[in-house]
């Protein structure tokens, strides 16, 4: 399978590295505007075809497959030109500016029978193939909430604000690990050093009382990437950045009964043992360009496919506009 990569700055000498590492593909170029990430490519691959001119590589006869690692403004433009011209497509993470663009995709993959990804890398982590085993087996019992906090100091994006770049992991995962779409979203936030919101929070509503919240934040002194998710019988956390044992399930919780009396409530706290599971140990975005070979060669569709990524920019669309008006609800 020959791959043109568009796009090598900060996530696109990974995507070339384990592409060029895989059995069955091959990177044939890279386009690239930067002249210093045309030096950096050059040195890593001596003997690989680089240009700044990103059509060279999507027309190509020699290519079946163009991975898009560029700003999300310029994914839609991109990724129709690969489409057009018959190659699969790879697209980093949000799949689109908007809801219409991602449509427009993938009906146009539909058309021409070409498979569409977006690297929404996280669902090939052990962690989360863990957390969904976990909920599918219904070892945390009914779902309550899932909450997260994705901060940081930067990196920060001059085009997306911090829902826009962050969130995807986010909604992604919850995409996957929860068996439900969301009802509606709220979206708060402020910008403080230029014009996009680099603190924000978002609350998506699911049916059955499920409710989702997003702490994205650009400003934060500390790194924090830590997942709860509450269940009736069981409570797990994800600590991303914990070495080791980065899953933890609690057997803790809380039940109530009603006694004698209209107003009197019989609350009892559950504390039982902690235990973390096992991981499968993998390096996630190699997992996924491998899923992505195998799904090209098969023609079957990958579950990270252009609907699912457009399911993603769908939330996000929704919590712009909520941003917009202070916080106002919006129906999905």
């Known amino acids: 399978m020959n791959f043109g990569v568009i796009g090598y700055g900060y996530w696109g000498p990974n995507v070339v590295r384990n592409l060029a590492s895989l059995e069955g593909s091959q990177v044939r170029a890279i386009a690239e505007m930067s002249p210093a990430a045309q030096k950096r490519a050059h040195k890593a691959y001596p003997g690989m075809h680089i240009t700044a001119d990103a059509m060279e590589v999507i027309t190509s006869p020699d290519i079946d497959a163009i991975a898009v690692i560029t700003p999300v403004w310029t994914h839609y433009e991109l990724a129709?030109?690969?489409?057009?011209?018959?190659?699969?497509?790879?697209?980093?993470?949000?799949?689109?500016?908007?809801?219409?663009?991602?449509?427009?995709?993938?009906?146009?993959?539909?058309?021409?029978?070409?498979?569409?990804?977006?690297?929404?890398?996280?669902?090939?982590?052990?962690?989360?193939?863990?957390?969904?085993?976990?909920?599918?087996?219904?070892?945390?019992?009914?779902?309550?909430?899932?909450?997260?906090?994705?901060v940081n100091l930067g990196l920060f994006q001059h085009d997306i604000n911090v829902l826009w770049d962050l969130a995807p992991h986010d909604l992604s995962i919850m995409d996957y690990v929860i068996d439900a779409s969301p009802e509606a979203v709220?979206?708060?936030?402020?910008?403080?050093?230029?014009?996009?919101?680099?603190?924000?929070?978002?609350?998506?509503?699911?049916?059955?009382?499920?409710?989702?919240h997003i702490n994205v934040n650009w400003l934060s002194p500390v790194k924090v990437r830590t997942t709860l998710i509450g269940g009736e019988k069981r409570m797990l956390v994800w600590n991303d950045l914990e070495a080791d044992e980065k899953v933890k399930v609690y057997d803790k919780g809380v039940n109530i009964t009603n006694s004698e009396g209209l107003y009197s409530l019989l609350v009892n706290y559950r504390s039982g043992d902690m235990w973390s599971p096992q991981l499968e140990q993998v390096e996630a975005l190699r997992q996924e360009l491998s899923y992505f070979v195998d799904c090209i060669s098969t023609g079957k569709d990958p579950f990270n496919d252009g609907c699912a990524g457009l399911r993603v920019v769908k939330m996000l669309e929704a919590a712009s506009e909520s941003l917009s008006k202070r916080g106002s609800l919006v129906y999905l």
């Open 80 to 150: 129709k030109a690969a489409l057009e011209n018959g190659k699969h497509v790879f697209v980093e993470k949000p799949f689109t500016s908007n809801v219409a663009q991602g449509e427009k995709l993938i009906d146009l993959a539909i058309q021409k029978n070409l498979r569409v990804m977006v690297d929404h890398t996280f669902l090939f982590t052990g962690a989360v193939r863990k957390i969904s085993q976990l909920l599918r087996e219904g070892t945390l019992g009914r779902l309550y909430y899932y909450d997260s906090t994705r």
């Open 186 to 212: 709220v979206a708060t936030g402020q910008s403080h050093l230029n014009c996009h919101e680099d603190v924000a929070f978002m609350t998506l509503y699911f049916p059955e009382n499920v409710i989702a």
